[in-house]
Nanobody, 124 residues
Framework: QVQLVESGGGLVQAGGSLRLSCAAS????????MGWFRQAPGKEQEFVAG????????DYADSVKGRFTISRDNAKNTVYLQMNSLRPEDTAVYYC?????????????????WGQGTQVTVSS
């Protein structure tokens, strides 16, 4: 059984920073890509960032490139999302997800386990 538990969300002013964490259970964590997605009120869920099993490949949505950094620590079964220079439009529920392959994609159906989400609210 795989479980993903996000933490680190909260309320922050525009220009501030937050670091999200996603703790995973399951022996195959280190061989799977991990991704972060988000869903704002009234909008579709969208890809934010992904990282390959060995951290060698990362991918970012254009809207967060240069501001967000995804990383992982396979020894701790944890993936992180460092979010800097936050904007009100970053307000959303953020979800981590485990990929079905070692390589990240932007497609939701390529991720088979999802966390419950953590709320990020950026005030102007």
């Amino acid at each position: 059984q795989v479980q993903l538990v996000e933490s680190g969300g909260g309320l922050v002013q525009a220009g501030g920073s937050l670091r999200l964490s996603c703790a995973a259970s399951g022996r195959t964590f280190s061989s799977s890509a991990m991704g972060w997605f988000r869903q704002a009120p009234g909008k579709e869920q969208e890809f934010v960032a992904g990282i390959s099993w060995n951290t060698g490949i990362t991918d970012y949505a254009d809207s967060v490139k240069g501001r967000f950094t995804i990383s992982r620590d396979n020894a701790k079964n944890t993936v992180y999302l460092q979010m800097n220079s936050l904007r009100p439009e970053d307000t959303a529920v953020y979800y981590c997800a485990r990929g079905v392959s070692p390589w990240p994609t932007r497609v939701k159906s390529d991720y088979n386990y999802w966390g419950q989400g953590t709320q990020v609210t950026v005030s102007s």
